[in-house]
């Protein structure tokens, strides 16, 4: 601002010039409106007025004083000139007045005209007053403009610098801001400092944008930002790496927790036992169940989320949440590397190893879960912590795996069953996919039932090597309560077997049961080998249950089968017929207690499955059964054979005899007590089957020895001798007691019986060539063997004697033993 | 069956006895089927097997009784004593009860069996010499008192099984070869000839 140039230099000093001088000066802008002209002449008239009164002489200060304000004003409006004319006109005036003064008195003007050179020389002294102090005045209002620039100068300088010192301190700010960003990212405390970053950028930054630094400072946020963003990612990696730690602790705690719960749902089991049927982590259990465990804030693990909240508040803040899900399973994934070793030995020094294993990557991936459900949604998505987990247990289930498959040890594989039973329930628990685990404990389990059964088949050899095929005999009413109880066997079974009625619970010792120990011994095994198996099931999921409920069925079948019916008939190969007769009766109570055992498997199953099943090692049973049926047929028949062999009959004898053969004689003997002892046990039906088979074998012997008599020798002294033997035998049949009557036995001798009797007719053709006759007498005679006893009769030689039937002739058997004793002379009675 | 068409010259009923679990069925099986069983099966009364076997240029059948040791089938058993040709008399080496139950069986065969019967000792189970408690020198004892032969055998690792079986059967055979020598009076035997006209006592 321009001061103004209020005077100029006073070169007029008379009030004449003054209008000149006056002209030239520039109005200033902030003058004040123009006086109207007739003010300045009303103040003058004023003034004229008040100076009237005093003596022109006189020029009083006081009027000096009173003019200078209308010069002033003068100047100041610029009318110096008009003033001038003013004081001209009022001088004329004056002059006028002064003039009629004249006129009217000459002496008044004689009188006036001193007076008037006063006024003049008044004047005149005024004007040089007012030009002095005009002078004055130009000089003090100099001053005053230039003091009055040098203010306005000061002014603008300070308003500079207040400006500057404002800005200074923005700046100031600025850096301490940054500082303190700095600070905090050293702090590590990252979400201020990403705080302070956004008040930096979007606040104090804009203040200062002008300034170089302030642009260095904006350029280096990202980078702060992004050196904050991987700070907090790696602290927050470092902080999950440093969880690897806890994992254990936190499975531990799991397991911890899922068997005391399991120890709650076994008491509840107890207080109801209707809950039984229901599993662990069943609904049924899980409506019982009353839990607050915090997997990861309980009494042994405390792990706070806290880092990994900020870290994902920060990178919500930036917007960069996607970078770091991706980065987290990233890392979640690489970390996965070491939760399960690929190698693992599960020798019993290192059963602590698998668990330490299951620990891990159940503390692993129920912090994974955690995780999961306590963060935001999308941050960890259910399904990546799935596909963790199952590939995690799959690597898992390849290293168990590897190392089941040389498991020796059944010890062993009952705690890692138990073991891995814990894990599978705990990780139901949070609704982990356990299909794989459940795989292979089922793998584990038909291992498990491999050594059960490999066990029953070496103690069930041991056994029946020691097993001298006899029935047991139990001394005491202890031993008979246990024997009974393990193969089922009743009072009623004892009778059914031929025992007195009330002879099983008289109380009388020893007794004598018609099974071998090898019954008791296997039943007391097999229902034990159930538990057992159904037992190594405590932990297993309802779905699996169902599985191995069926392989336990199967592998009950197969060891009835394989182990147990097999061997029983592989020795049946043996010729000991006490041992044939023996293994029928066991393989029939086998057969007799398969349904019980059939029942055991039902009864004990975990599940609801109870309908009845039936074992195919029934029918096997049943099929082994005839087949030691047809052995003892067998044997019963070689023995026949035996004493058929050391028939010798002669045809052409002439002594007839009434006594049998003494080969039929020791025969029928030996018969007669195997049949009551060693055949005694067995059943009625079997005993039937094998006595038909053994008469029907001997009666078609008896006649093939007829049939094959030596034409034209045979006499009929001998013929009768044969029919004394077939009497004996006859009679011999009628005398076996079988229960169901001797009516079959008694029919295999018929056909013998029509043909002897035939023979010994007289009229021979004649009788049978009648069919009425024939039909009522020889019905069972075949036409071809009737041929031959025509052609038999043809030639029989009649008796030089007529002896028939004497009976004091000896039968001409046993002539080797006649030979012999006749040789050592022995006494006959 | 005709004479002719029979398969054997001479028939031979033998007698095993001895006390219950000397091995006298383990004897007979390894005998006649050439087999053995660890297992204890105690014979029920009465058994017998065939072996047919060739003593010098005869054919001869053995019918051998197997009884049961057990005392409850004495009476069963002891009617076969008389039957019998030759009779051994078994007992176990490792079992000294059954050893001088010997005598109680000797006895036996004087009081039930005939006169000019065939006897022989047998020590059965000498291959468990860690368990023998009866030496051969008491066995031979024995039989020497009894004026009767002696082996010891085993049906297990199949020591003497024949020669037991065979040193009765030819005995015997020769009996009964001298009494048919003294009664046809030739040398050969021919008993397919049948013995008709021999002495009528019954047995």
Redesign the interface.
Known sequence: MKIPNVSTPPAVPSLTTKPLTVTKTKPKAKEEPQEPPQDMSLHLQQLMLSTDNVQNNSFSEDFLEQLVPIVKDAIKTKRTGELLDRLDGITRLQDRKLEQLCEGGQGDYLVSMPKLSQIRSGADRQRGALQDLNFRLQQSGGQLVTRKKRLLEARTVRENLDTAIETVESCLQVLELTNKTHDLIKAKKHFAALKSLDDLQNVHLKEVSDYGFARMINDSVPQLTSLVQEDVVNDTFKWLSSLRSVYPAIGQAAFQETERLRQEWRDEVHRNPELARYKFNSPIELSYRSSSFDPIDNHSVLVELDPLYECLHIHHTLRKTDVFIKKFDEFRRSHVQNIVPTVASMSSASEDGVAEILQNLAGFCILDRTISSRTTKGFRPQSDVDDLWISLSQKLMGTLGHELASVQDQAVLVNLKAQLGLFVQTMEQYRFDTVNVGDFLLLSFRKFSQFLISGFDKDFNTGI?E????KITIHDADRYEKITRACWWTPADDEAAGGKPGAATDGVFPKTLPFSPILPLCCAKITHLIHQHYAFLDEFNVSEVTQTEDYVQQAMDSLLNDIICDTLLHRLM??????IVQILIDLQQFERVIPFIAQSIVDGRPSQRKSKITLKAQKKFQQASAKAESRIFEHVTQTVD?FM???????S?T?SSD?PS?YLD?MV??LT??FN??LADLPFAIKNYVYFGAFDHLASSLLQ?LL???RGLITTEAVHNYNVDIQYMEQFVTTLHLDGGNASLSTTFIEIRQCLDLLMTNELSKEYNNPQIRMRRYDRIKPEVAQQLMDMSQTMKQPQSPQIGGGTQ?K?T???????????????? | ???????YD????LLLIGDSGVGK?CLL?RFC?D?F??????????????RTIDIGNQRV?L?VWDTAGQERFRT?TT?YYR?A?GILLVYDVTDEKSFNNIENWYQNVQSYA????ELILVGNKCDLDEKRVVSTEQGQALADKFGIPFLEASSKTNINVEECFYSVATR?RD??A???G??SGSGGIN?AE???N??????
Not at chain 2, 10 to 13: E, F, M, R, S, V
Not at chain 2, 39 to 47: H, L, N, P, V
Not at chain 2, 114 to 117: A, H, L, P
């Open positions: 090597m097993d001298d095929t006899n043996t010729t000991t017929r006490e041992q035996n062999e050391l028939e010798d009959y002669d045809w004898t002594v006594e003494s020791e003997n030996f007590i195997f002892s060693t020895i094959n008599a030596p000896q001409p046993s002539r080797f033993m006649r030979m012999y004793r006749n040789a050592s002379g022995a006494h006959e009675p | 069956m005709s004479h002719s068409q029979r398969t001479l028939l031979i009923k069925s099986l089927e087999q069983t660890p297992s204890f099966i105690t014979t029920i009364g009465i058994d017998f097997k065939i059948k019918q069963i009617a039957g040709m005939n006169e000019g019967v015997i009996t009964v001298k009494t048919k003294n009664e008993i049948g013995e008709e021999s002495a009528s006592k019954c047995c």
